[in-house]
């Protein structure tokens, strides 16, 4: 099996030589099936002859007339004006610098074919640059028996080439098709797909009775958009299959576990003591683990993988837990001193603003061996950390990190390592059913006891007043307040900043009797230590923020969150930042603020915040909002993994994506390979969602 043409280059067409061919690589465009895959992106109706005397101004139609006076200014750079006719009306044709060989064509008597929007000058109906043919027999200048293609382009490149380039390749892969069977027989009949090729004319230049635009139903384009997700879906599992034969040390012994859970405070909740077991049956075993905890926000994840950790560590391995910020890895560090108090284990801080004397004697101990549990941000996998012998990494907040982060850590496990990633984002599922195959999945589907649903409302900024008596009532009955800035006309962080300490600011003067907090992440680890843990302590009774309290933190006393400008931030991260109310006894409260100008896609997402308490609807939802581009964090590294797919549009093609998978994994191999080449893209995607 070949499919030798698809992936030959573009150069094998005539009339594309090297300058073309730098050009086409500003487009993306390097093989057959690269250009072949660059879809119109609207088209021209230039199948119907519309009459002069019918023009409506601005909207582009065909007509043919008849040349009856044509006339080139004698400047520098001349310019050609024609006057057609056809039975009706008579029209201008304009021309900006003009050539003599042009004026030529338009000979007197002769007819001309032009297709161009009409627009209004002091003489009446004008055609600038107008697409026009020319013949002396009018017979000959018929209609197009297509729509005409107009495809995206740039600098350098018109649409005449793009349209004459893929016609060649259309042609060359009609001759090509015996040889290019792209997909087997009994799929194309068993999914109902059209061949590739037909699918391609039709893509090109649909006939004129197709209804353009085309919509993700269409064969022509479901047939492209099923060849897209069949070879992701194929790569995954190439993916997977190499995940699986990894090796990692067995961690057989466990006793330590056991012995650690009888002296919680707490009893694990059933869905914890599940998941527990799961990573301990994969902990046992010499390949190595990769296994996705999700959990909604306040369902106990830490604990869990603590447990992990005990497990690696009681086996003599390091264990490593790495988290996204320097607030978040502190809790985690201080959790753990405070759980491990009992045990001989010995835990490390790393980040990035430790003193350098600390940080020798931390790496020091780190590459011994004497640390067994290194707790820390993007400072665990810098190039000067050395690890002894790591037997597991922990990942919180795992959306936050690229996969090269990720592999960087991992590639510091002399013998393998297990990996335990972890993630409040779930990932919906039809994806998880799909796309994710490759990665196993524990999640917590329950909320430890006594927890009381956090209420939601939302809210015009106009009735801030009345939410500030509120909040003075709340904070003198001893409870506390997350007040979360985010500037609506700028993504810059500074102006998080800036909006955060107005805030501040107003929020004092307002509230002379009470103790407000800031926290932002240009603060110095030290000073935001001291707001976080004053905070804690009670000693502050507002905290205002900017999102870098999103992830992670734990202050049971707080119960109401005020989310300014909400609809903004995304589901996923508003979502979690409610997540940091409702984590003790107290009724809680979550109050999204908006401003007039909130846009369609801004309400539907405060609805949906209001209407779904569930991590799981709301991660639904997002993808459905977002057009499924940013699945953990797939747009995060600026990836839109498909050129014609879209995960959110068509996800109801996922679960015949995996069985096409499967059929042509067992039964037809060979095929494998030439679909991953073609979408050539794929070899080059960062899987950092993975
Ligand atoms: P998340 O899943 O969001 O990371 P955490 O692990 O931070 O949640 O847990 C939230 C809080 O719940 C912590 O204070 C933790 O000690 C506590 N917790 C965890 N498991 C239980 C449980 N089974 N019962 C009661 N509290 C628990
Ligand atoms: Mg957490």
Request: aromatic share 8%; net charge neutral; glycine share 4%.
């Amino acid at each position: 099996m070949c499919d030798f043409f698809y992936t030959q280059p573009v150069n094998q067409l005539t009339g594309i030589g090297r300058s073309a061919e730098e050009t086409l690589k500003k487009l993306d465009i390097v093989s057959m099936f690269d250009l072949l895959t660059h879809l119109p992106i609207e088209y021209q109706d230039q199948t119907k002859i519309a009459s002069i005397s019918e023009l409506i101004l601005d909207q582009p139609a065909l007509i043919i007339g008849k040349i009856i006076e044509c006339h080139m200014t004698q400047t520098r750079k001349p310019r050609l004006t024609c006057l057609i006719a056809d039975r009706t009306d008579q029209i201008r044709l304009h021309f900006f610098h003009s050539y003599a060989a042009q004026k030529k064509q338009f000979s007197l008597g002769f007819y001309v074919r032009c297709y161009g929007i009409p627009k209004l000058d002091h003489q009446g109906f004008i055609i600038y640059h107008p697409e026009y043919n020319i013949h002396q027999d009018k017979q000959v200048l018929k209609p197009q028996q297509c729509f005409t293609p107009v495809y995206s382009s740039t600098t350098g490149l018109t649409q005449h080439k793009l349209r004459k380039w893929c016609a060649l390749a259309l042609a060359l892969c009609d001759q090509e098709m015996e040889q290019t069977l792209n997909l087997p027989i009994e799929i194309q009949k068993q999914f109902n797909l059209w061949p590739i090729t037909k699918a391609f004319h039709y893509l090109h230049n649909p006939p004129a009775t197709a209804i353009v635009p085309l919509t993700a139903q269409h064969p022509a384009k479901y047939r492209l958009i099923f060849d897209e997700l069949l070879a992701y879906q194929l790569h995954l599992n190439q993916l997977k299959k190499e995940y699986k034969s990894k090796r990692a040390p067995a961690l057989l012994h466990n006793t330590w576990q056991i012995e650690f859970i009888s002296t919680l405070s707490f009893q694990l909740t059933n869905a914890q003591m599940r998941v527990v077991q799961e990573i301990h049956q994969d902990l046992l075993r010499s390949t190595a683990m990769l296994r996705l905890l999700q959990g909604d926000v306040g369902s106990g994840k830490t604990i869990v993988a603590v447990l992990a950790a005990l497990q690696c560590i009681e086996n003599g391995y390091q264990a490593a837990l790495l988290a996204p910020t320097e607030l978040l890895a502190e809790q985690h560090y201080m959790n753990c001193k405070a759980w491990f108090q009992a045990l001989p284990i010995s835990i490390n801080l790393l980040t990035g603003k430790l003193s350098t004397a600390n940080k020798q004697a931390c790496l020091a101990n780190i590459q011994s061996g004497k640390t067994q549990l290194i707790i820390g941000t993007h400072a665990l996998f810098q190039a000067t950390v050395k690890y002894d012998d790591l037997g597991l990494i922990i990942i919180d907040e795992q959306h936050r990190f690229g996969v090269n982060q990720r592999r960087l850590l991992l590639e510091k496990a002399k013998k393998g390592c297990h990996q335990l990633l972890m993630t409040a984002t779930p990932i919906p599922r039809t994806l998880a059913m799909s796309l994710y195959s490759h990665i196993d999945l524990s999640t917590i589907d329950e909320l430890p006891d006594g927890r009381i649903p956090i209420m939601t409302s939302v809210m015009p900024d106009k009735h801030r007043q009345d939410l500030l008596s509120r909040v003075q009532k709340i904070c003198l009955s001893g409870q506390q307040v997350y007040w979360i800035c985010s500037w609506i006309d700028t993504e810059d962080p500074l102006h998080f900043v800036q909006a955060a300490e107005l805030t501040k600011q107003k929020l004092s003067e307002h509230f002379p009797n009470l103790q407000i907090g800031l926290l932002h992440g240009r603060l110095d680890s030290s000073e935001k230590h001291k707001t976080m843990s004053r905070f804690k302590a009670g000693e502050i009774h507002i905290l205002v923020a900017t999102t870098v309290i999103e992830v992670g933190i734990d202050v049971p006393n707080a119960s109401i969150i005020i989310i300014e400008n909400a609809d903004r931030l995304g589901l996923a991260q508003l979502h979690q930042l409610r997540g940091r109310v409702g984590r003790g006894s107290l009724s809680s409260y979550c109050i999204l603020l908006y401003q007039e100008s909130i846009s369609h896609i801004g309400i539907e997402k405060l609805k949906a915040m209001k209407q779904f308490k569930d991590g799981f609807l709301i991660a639904e939802k997002d993808l459905t909002l977002r057009g499924g581009g940013d699945v953990n964090g797939i747009q995060q590294t600026g990836n839109q993994p498909f050129k014609i797919a879209n995960l959110s549009r068509d996800q109801v093609v996922l679960p015949d994506i995996v069985q096409a998978a499967d059929i042509i994994d067992k039964q037809y191999p060979e095929y494998i390979e030439p679909l991953i080449d073609r979408w050539s893209f794929l070899n080059q995607m960062n899987y950092s969602h993975l």
